[in-house]
Nanobody, 124 residues
Framework: QVQLVESGGGLVQAGGSLRLSCRAS????????MAWFRQAPGKDREFVAG????????GYADSVKGRFTISRDNAENTVYLQMNSLKPEDTAVYYC?????????????????WGQGTQVTVSS
């Protein structure tokens, strides 16, 4: 069983920055891939960014590429999402997700555990 706890969400003005954190319980954090998804009101949950188990492979949704950076600290069992140049359309609940695979997936399916979510609100 893996538990994921997100933190770092909040209210920020457009153009501002936030850093989300997701800490995982359990062992062998470095052996599985992680990802961030988000869900805005009335919309489906969508892929934001993913990172392979080693951290050597990352991927981003086109809508956040160049603005968001995913990283991980395997010694701290934590994955991060640095969000810069935030826009009102980035407003959503952000979730981290765990898969036993070595690399991330861009779809909801295939993830074994999800965090409870953290709200990010960007004002114009």
């Amino acid at each position: 069983q893996v538990q994921l706890v997100e933190s770092g969400g909040g209210l920020v003005q457009a153009g501002g920055s936030l850093r989300l954190s997701c800490r995982a319980s359990g062992r062998a954090f470095s052996t599985y891939a992680m990802a961030w998804f988000r869900q805005a009101p009335g919309k489906d949950r969508e892929f934001v960014a993913g990172i392979s188990r080693s951290g050597g492979g990352t991927g981003y949704a086109d809508s956040v590429k160049g603005r968001f950076t995913i990283s991980r600290d395997n010694a701290e069992n934590t994955v991060y999402l640095q969000m810069n140049s935030l826009k009102p359309e980035d407003t959503a609940v952000y979730y981290c997700a765990h898969t036993y695979r070595s690399t991330y997936l861009r779809t909801n399916g295939g993830y074994d555990y999800w965090g409870q979510g953290t709200q990010v609100t960007v004002s114009s």
